[in-house]
């Protein structure tokens, strides 16, 4: 029904900047929030930062002033803009989306994952 695709992972220096895109497909869906998550070996995956149907927006404290989540006015599309990136920022970045079923209720969809580097 819903398919999420990440793309903009890369490596990036210290300091450096990096915006991820998180693109939704499908049919007969509704989203109600999309979000970024990451995870690394050995810990669980974690929010990033969130954003609702209304733009309103969560941070981690991890990541708040350093990153921006934005959605397109489809709201089929998120992104999210890596500012200040440190090395501790190094992981799998997955999007999500928070998805309205048709009969009521929601369900979670996930994206693969793009891998994020910061390195020198």
């Known amino acids: 029904q819903v398919q999420l695709v990440e793309s903009g992972g890369g490596l990036v220096q210290p300091g450096g900047s990096l915006r991820l895109s998180c693109a939704a497909s499908?049919?007969?869906?509704?989203?109600?929030?999309m979000g970024w998550y990451r995870q690394t070996p050995g810990k669980e995956r974690e929010l990033v930062a969130t954003?609702?149907?209304?733009?309103?927006?969560n941070y981690a404290d991890s990541v708040k002033d350093r990153f921006t989540i934005s959605r397109d006015n489809t709201k089929i599309t998120s992104y999210l803009q890596m500012n200040s990136l440190k090395l501790e920022d190094t992981a799998v970045y997955y999007c999500?989306?928070?998805?309205?079923?048709?009969?009521?209720?929601?369900?979670?969809?996930w994206g693969q994952g793009t891998l994020v580097t910061v390195s020198s």
């Open positions: 499908g049919t007969s869906f509704r989203i109600y929030s």
């Open positions: 999500n989306a928070v998805v309205a079923r048709t009969t009521g209720g929601y369900f979670e969809v």
């Open positions: 954003i609702t149907s209304g733009g309103s927006a």
